[in-house]
């Protein structure tokens, strides 16, 4: 079964930092893109970065470009991002979702809840 | 950058047939996807390439496409279905979710 959990999340002042992790299990990690999506309170979802298996090739949403880092370790089979910067409208609820093979979003985590605040 | 425009809500009673669309110039070259989300729950793939089905979804969801629209259709919605649904779509490394579409069942 594919599990996906994400942890890090928390009350941060603007201008802070935060790491979020994904912890992957039930398939084989180091096979899939992975992308990290969020959800502002009782708003839509947005794509925030995708990253391929490798680590080849990595993509931003203009929103988050040069303050957020996606990164991953496929020993640990655990999916990264980085967040400096932090501005009051990133608070959201970050998702990490797996990528198919048609390099889409099929499974996703529960959510780890980011708010930034003074 | 691309956009999908969806409905904000629609409506329809238990049994009767739901349809939500998705409107977009990348559909017209790019597949579409579907996500089903509910009140504190990560979302839940229902459709992908337009119009297939995972494994688990029930058969009453279904989906298609024409031109720059794709359809995702719930034939005998069922109260479990009250949901948000998103589409998906992407092209040149640039993913895309519609604005989202609560969908009533009562």
């Known amino acids: 079964e594919v599990q996906l959990v994400e942890s890090g999340g928390g009350l941060v002042k603007p201008g802070g930092s935060l790491r979020l992790s994904c912890a992957a299990s039930?398939?084989?990690?180091?096979?899939?893109?992975m992308n990290w999506v969020r959800q502002a309170p009782g708003k839509g979802l947005e794509w925030v970065s995708s990253i391929s298996s490798s680590s080849s090739y990595i993509y931003y949403a203009d929103s988050v470009k040069g303050r957020f880092t996606i990164s991953r370790d496929n020993a640990k089979n655990s999916l990264y991002l980085q967040m400096n910067s932090l501005r009051a409208e990133d608070t959201a609820v970050y998702y990490c979702?797996?990528?198919?093979?048609?390099?889409?979003?099929?499974?996703w985590g529960q959510g780890t809840l980011v708010t930034v605040s003074s | 950058s691309y956009e999908l425009t969806q409905p904000s809500s629609v409506s329809v009673s238990p049994g009767q047939t739901a349809r939500i669309t998705c409107s977009g110039d990348?559909?017209?070259?790019?597949?579409a996807r579907w996500f089903q989300q509910k009140p504190g729950q990560a979302p839940v793939l229902v459709i992908y390439?337009?119009?297939e089905r995972p494994s688990g979804i029930p058969e009453r969801f279904s989906g298609s496409s024409s031109g720059t629209t794709v359809t995702l259709t719930i034939s005998g919605a069922q109260v479990e279905d009250e949901a948000d649904y998103y589409c998906y779509s992407a092209a040149d490394n640039n993913p895309v979710f519609g604005g989202g579409t609560k969908l009533t069942v009562l």
């Open positions: 990348v559909l017209a070259k790019k597949y």
């Open positions: 039930g398939f084989t990690f180091s096979s899939y893109s």
């Open positions: 979702a797996r990528m198919d093979v048609e390099l889409r979003p099929d499974y």
């Open positions: 390439k337009d119009s």
